[in-house]
């Protein structure tokens, strides 16, 4: 089985920074893309950034130049560094990966539980 754990949420000031990991743990055969989304209160779920397994990243519109999606293959986290953090940045933020559990197997999408980042005015 496969878990997906975020930490690194909490409580920052504006213009101030945030560091999220998270850590896929399990039978895990190979990790493609691994991404960051976020859903702020009455909102949809939209991508922050995602980054391949060969290192491409993409970002949101929002986030470039704010925002750095990195990846450690050998512990299968990924991390995401929020500076400059704004109001508008706040939401729960959820970890995504694309992950084989088997040889042959297909790609799955398996998703964290979520951390709370808030950004004060």
């Known amino acids: 089985q496969v878990q997906l754990v975020e930490s690194g949420g909490g409580l920052v000031q504006t213009g101030g920074s945030l560091r999220l990991s998270c850590a896929a743990s399990g039978s895990i055969l190979s990790i493609n893309a691994m991404g960051w989304y976020r859903q702020a209160p009455g909102k949809q779920r939209e991508l922050v950034a995602v980054i391949t397994s060969g290192g491409i990243r993409n970002y949101a519109d929002s986030v470039k130049g704010r925002f750095t999606i990195s990846r450690d293959n050998a512990k299968n986290t990924v991390y995401l560094q929020m500076n400059s953090l704004k109001p508008e940045d706040t939401a729960v933020y959820y970890c995504?990966?694309?992950?084989?559990?088997?040889?042959?197997?297909?790609?799955?999408?398996?998703w964290g539980k979520g951390t709370l980042v808030t950004v004060s005015s």
């Open positions: 995504n990966a694309d992950i084989v559990v088997k040889v042959y197997g297909p790609r799955m999408s398996y």
